[in-house]
């Protein structure tokens, strides 16, 4: 099973940027999908999850209304929109995936199975 991110980068304050979580090995439609992202000495936080259903979201509050989580069933792929990027979303972002998770788990890295290797996000103010 391979996860892996794409679409990282430099951008400025306020600008937006793309990423992608392309799988191999394992159907994006039945697992929930989430996004972390990990800054230099923090822990990994919780971005947003994706249900197997393609439609029921989750977002840290962070990130609400500026995000947007989404899955293209055809490329076996999961998109992060993100738009109005400010410094602090600087990290280094991971796809995460797993057939089994369950509500109350959701925003704990530990409860995902499978992981990318990560994208690096750099907002400059």
């Known amino acids: 099973v391979q996860l892996v991110e794409s679409g990282g980068g430099l951008v400025q304050a306020g600008g937006s940027l793309r990423l992608a979580c392309a799988a191999s090995?394992?159907?994006?439609?039945?697992?929930?999908m989430g996004w972390f992202r990990q800054a230099p000495g923090a822990e990994r936080e919780f971005v947003v999850r994706?249900?197997?259903?393609?439609?029921?979201?989750d977002y840290s509050d962070s990130v609400k209304d500026r995000f947007t989580i989404s899955r293209d069933n055809d490329k076996n792929t999961v998109c992060l929109q993100m738009n109005r990027l400010r410094p602090d979303d600087t990290a280094v972002y991971y796809c995460?995936?797993?057939?089994?998770?369950?509500?109350?788990?959701?925003?704990?890295?530990?409860?995902?199975?499978?992981w990318g290797q990560g994208t690096l996000v750099t907002v400059s103010s």
């Open positions: 995460a995936a797993d057939p089994t998770i369950i509500m109350s788990t959701i925003t704990n890295p530990d409860a995902y199975k499978y």
């Open positions: 090995s394992l159907k994006l439609t039945t697992y929930s």
């Open positions: 994706l249900n197997q259903n393609g439609v029921t979201t």
